[in-house]
């Protein structure tokens, strides 16, 4: 069979009926690009679901115009919450009304390229163990200029495929944007609590422990970096880390007591989360400006999660920081 994206999808066992949800959230300014990326989707059978999560502008009109307006082979629906669910109760929801074996999940503000399906599918049928896919993108600003690229791959001689022991030993990567899953990864452990700000590295876990996680540089989307990300400094400071962890800390439970995973990985997991969360809280720190202590900056320096890039910076940061201080 041809290793070309979509060529080897050549019967119907190789098409299992997918999912393509789109989620969005006042993000009228970019949703018609959006809402293109998915309509534009070479793979078949799929379904389309444009969510939106009660917003005050005119997002799901638009959406509602464009299904109206659809006429291509793809399924499409077109659902509103009644109130506003935050990301994991929105997710939740459009789990629970989606039927697709396999699900990809895009952002309002990204634009999958058409080939996102067809690519992420291939990779789950020549990795039957693997849980989920996590691809690479553009990265565009605001106004859909390419400002740089996200590259999701292993450290040299990793090859493509991650485990739960590249996340225990710290390397693991993640692109949530451009992923794709079985739906295991939610019929296994349940929906996400409702108060998990994010479902990115909650999926990423336990897609983990279920199997493993396919990592590809072939590019999916057209990721948005704009004031208003989730992942922006904005966002992140008002995020509630806490509650993330929890999450992983149920998922770990359900897991071991349904016996994906023994004792011992379990126990080695929620040591992993303990520092994760440390680490996290620091970096948060030091993307906000706050003053960290010299302690941190070489605990922070010297852990393995921590790219050379962040060493510099963190190390600057802080020298700047004493400086100011001084004077």
């Keep these: 069979m041809s290793d070309t994206p979509g060529e080897m999808l050549d019967n119907a066992t190789d098409r299992p009926l997918v999912t393509f949800a789109l989620f969005a959230y006042n993000q009228e300014q970019y949703i018609r690009e959006a809402v293109e990326g998915a309509f534009a989707q070479t793979y078949e059978p799929l379904e389309i679901i444009l969510s939106d999560d009660c917003s005050s502008d005119q997002t799901f009109e638009f959406m509602q115009e464009m299904a109206d307006a659809y006429d291509g082979p793809h399924e499409v629906r077109v659902r509103q919450n009644e109130v506003n669910l935050g990301l994991a109760g929105h997710v939740n929801t459009v789990v629970q009304h989606s039927i697709g074996e396999i699900l990809l999940l895009a952002a309002g503000d990204d634009v999958s390229f058409s080939d996102r399906t067809c690519i992420s ?5 020549k990795n039957t163990n693997a849980a989920a896919t996590l691809l690479s993108a553009d990265v565009i600003d605001g106004t859909g200029i390419t400002i740089g690229e996200r590259l999701s791959k292993t450290r040299k001689g990793r090859g493509n495929i991650q485990t739960i022991d590249d996340l225990l030993s710290w390397n693991h990567v993640t692109f ?4 794709a899953v079985r739906r295991e990864v939610f019929t296994k452990f349940g929906p996400l609590n409702d108060s998990c700000p994010t479902e990115d590295t909650p999926l990423l876990l336990r897609s983990l422990i279920l199997g493993t996680n396919v990592i590809s540089q072939l590019k999916a989307i057209k990721y948005r970096r704009h004031d208003s990300n989730l992942s922006g400094p904005a966002s992140l400071k008002k995020m509630n880390t806490t509650e993330i962890y929890q999450q992983y ?6 897991a071991e007591i349904s016996n994906l995973i023994t004792y011992k990985i379990a126990n080695n997991l929620r040591k992993w989360l303990k520092t994760d969360h440390s680490i996290r809280t620091l970096k948060l720190r030091a993307s906000l400006n706050e003053r960290i202590c010299f302690k941190d900056v ?9 790219n050379l ?3 510099i910076r963190f190390l600057i940061e802080y020298l700047a920081t004493f400086k100011t201080k001084k004077l």
């Design 298 to 306: 070489i605990f922070l320096i010297k852990h393995p999660s921590t």
């Design 249 to 254: 800390l149920d998922d770990i439970y359900t």
């Design 121 to 125: 599918v291939d990779l789950l049928n």
């Design 309 to 311: 890039r962040s060493k």
């Design 176 to 179: 949530g944007a451009a992923r």
